[in-house]
């Protein structure tokens, strides 16, 4: 037998349409908390607004407290580090420089010259009390020829031998001029010629001399007297 064939089926509904229809809107914080509130009495009401209200007290003074002591460890001093023990290697400090403004250091290159002429330089002197020497003989014999400035260099190496000190204490001791000018060329050359050379204006120990035509000076003059240098008077020492 044939079967009757039924109605034609019907189309399945649109079920996500009546879904959305039916689905509840979301409920804002504010509300829920309002109506978690209203399903409780004032007392409970009230104790659970208290304990939230000192939970976010305590959270906030937690925050603040570690904001406090943050800026309070970065105002402490860190502590140094302890430096090395072996000793550190200095760039060095060139005192002169040649017509081109490159430095030269005059300790190391009249050490070579030394060397290589096979001499030994009679003191060794820092391109810094190379420089305070020149100075010196500019300020006190910028006038007086070659030899009287070769002369005062030789009666500041005298004292420095004599009594085993360095150039500037030296200065300072015999109260030699404050004054520190540009040094000329020859004031720069009697320091070599003296002190790396061992040239010398006299074979005699001289260390003191002044300018009669400036000053006067009983004290010089009870020292020995060795020879006179245009404006300048030089003595060695008097023997006790």
């Known amino acids: 037998m044939l079967k009757k064939r039924g109605a034609a089926p019907t189309q399945p509904r649109n079920r996500s349409a009546g879904y959305r ?5 979301p409920t804002l914080i504010l509300h829920r908390f309002a109506g978690f509130f209203k399903r409780r ?10 304990v939230a209200l000192s939970v976010f007290f305590l959270l906030h003074w937690l925050i603040v407290s570690a904001r406090g002591t943050d800026k309070m460890v970065a105002s402490i001093p860190e502590t140094p580090t302890p430096t ?7 760039a060095p400090t060139f005192v002169f420089m040649d017509d081109e403004g490159i430095p030269v250091n005059w300790e190391h290159l009249t050490d070579a010259w030394a060397a290589e002429a096979g001499y030994e330089k009679r003191y060794t002197l820092t391109d810094a ?27 500041i190496l005298q004292v420095c031998e004599d009594e085993g000190i360095r150039p500037p204490e030296a200065l300072r001791r015999y109260k030699y001029s404050t004054r520190r000018p ?36 009983s004290w010089h003059e009870s020292q020995v007297y060795v020879m006179t240098i245009n404006n300048h008077k030089f003595f060695k020492e008097a023997e006790q």
């Open 182 to 217: 540009e040094p000329t060329p020859e004031a720069l050359e009697a320091v070599e010629a003296v002190f790396d050379f061992g040239h010398v204006a006299t074979s005699e120990p001289i260390r003191y001399f002044y300018a009669p035509d400036l000053v006067e000076s």
């Open 129 to 155: 009390e190379r420089l305070e020497i020149a100075q010196v003989i500019t300020a006190e014999a910028a006038g007086e020829p070659f030899a009287g400035k070769v002369a005062v260099a030789q009666c």
């Open 84 to 90: 090395p023990t072996h000793e550190a290697t200095e």
């Open 21 to 25: 229809k039916k689905r509840k809107q």
């Open 41 to 50: 009495s004032w007392p409970q009401a009230l104790a659970l607004a208290l």
